[in-house]
Structure formats: C-alpha cells, structure tokens
T-cell receptor, first 109, second 115 residues
Framework: QKEVEQDPGPLSVPEGAIVSLNCTYS??????FMWYRQYSRKGPELLMY????GNKEDGRFTAQVDKSSKYISLFIRDSQPSDSATYLC?????????FGTGTSLTVIP | DGGITQSPKYLFRKEGQNVTLSCEQN?????MYWYRQDPGQGLRLIYY???????QKGDIAEGYSVSREKKESFPLTVTSAQKNPTAFYLC??????????????FGPGTRLTVL
C-alpha cells in the first residue's frame, strides 16, 4: 500500500463548477499537508499548506484536513480554464516529503 | 528574485553517456532534493541533502550520483548505469530548521531524453 493515495482522474468539469480533489494516507505521523499545482512540462508550484485538521481558505481554494480519517481535500470554487493542470497532494513527517501521483483536471470553457 | 533554477530545460543523451543536470537555489535553503517524474507514477525521490557535503539515497538512487559542495548547488549526474533515464527531473529545496512545518519549492525541471 502506498503511503499516499490520490485518484489520478482525469477530471473534466465545466467552467464555474466546484472541484473536489482528494487524497488519503496511511501514516499517522504525517504532520504537514500541502497541495501543489503543476502545469504541463513545468515544475510544481505550491498552492496551499496546513498542519491542523479543519479548513483553510485562500481565495477560490480551500484545503481541508481530517486527521481522524486520514483524508485531505482541495476544493476549487468557480473553476476557471486556467485551473486546468495536475494537482499533487503532499505530506511531510520530519524532513521527508511524500507525494500523491497527481490528479489531472481540465476546466472546459 | 529568489528561486530555483535548473538547466538545461531539455537534454538529449546517447546511450552509454553520463550527463549532469544542474540545480541552483538562492533561497538560502538547507535541504535540496532530486525527484524523477514519470507519467502515472508521481514523484520519486532520487537523492536528498540536508547539509553541505552530505547526502542520502532516496527510493531510486541506482544509476545516479550527486554532490553538495556548496549550499546553493546540488547537481545530479545520470550515469550510463541508469537503465531507463528518459524522464522529467525536478529539483526542490526546503528549510530544515523549524521542525516539520516547512514547504518544498520546486525548480522548472529538466526533460532528459535518451536517444
């Protein structure tokens, strides 16, 4: 079993839709949770980070962590064609980072 | 303008040749990492270094070598022993001090193709 599981998609939604991206994990030692966005042939860029259970909001993006269920989510409101990318979840314990395989998202105008 | 630079963006190699990928950061980060990204497999850790002159093998270190002579630089050599080197290579860095609550930042990547 992988440490971090992420549905690879692909996910296709119309512009303006709410998008939900999810990851599950098995290691209860994970302390820090991150979401990255990666455009084709580019390096991942950090979108959101959080270390506590609950919700963290930044503009159209909300990161949610449920440590009891070992489940994290990224919600995108009012999705735009520019949100079309691969989204990677990442988790950290100590100085080790663990990544999901990424979910490919396409927002159709 | 702080960040991580990788060069070259595209690299072509003949079978049997060693090639070196460059990674430089001016973020004053202690730790640097090399990942390989293949379609459908996510990021796989090759090597990482938390301090100058010290580095550790990741999950897929065979066929690769690194050095960390300066804090800013962490070059990766893909040797002829790497059986399937065609991939997208990503360099990253992060702060070490301050415990686990530090993010990782990535460079733009180098796409290596073996001909």
């Amino acid at each position: 079993q992988k440490e971090v599981e992420q549905d690879p998609g692909p996910l296709s939604v119309p512009e303006g839709a709410i998008v939900s991206l999810n990851c599950t994990y098995s290691n209860s030692a994970f302390q820090y949770f991150m979401w990255y966005r990666q455009y084709s042939r580019k390096g991942p860029e950090l979108l959101m980070y959080t270390y506590s259970s609950g919700n963290k909001e930044d503009g159209r993006f909300t990161a949610q962590v449920d440590k009891s269920s070992k489940y994290i989510s990224l919600f995108i409101r009012d999705s735009q064609p520019s949100d079309s990318a691969t989204y990677l979840c990442a988790m950290k314990t100590g100085n080790q980072f663990y990544f999901g395989t990424g979910t490919s998202l396409t927002v159709i105008p | 303008d702080g960040g991580i630079t990788q060069s070259p963006k595209y690299l072509f190699r003949k079978e049997g040749q060693n090639v070196t990928l460059s990674c430089e950061q001016n973020l004053n980060h202690d730790a640097m990492y090399w990942y390989r990204q293949d379609p459908g497999q996510g990021l796989r850790l090759i090597y990482y270094s938390q301090i100058v002159n010290d580095f550790q093998k990741g999950d897929i270190a065979e066929g690769y070598s690194v050095s960390r002579e300066k804090k800013e630089s962490f070059p990766l050599t893909v040797t002829s022993a790497q059986k399937n080197p065609t991939a997208f290579y990503l360099c990253a860095s992060s702060i070490v001090a301050g415990g686990p609550y530090n993010e990782q930042f990535f460079g733009p990547g180098t796409r290596l193709t073996v001909l």
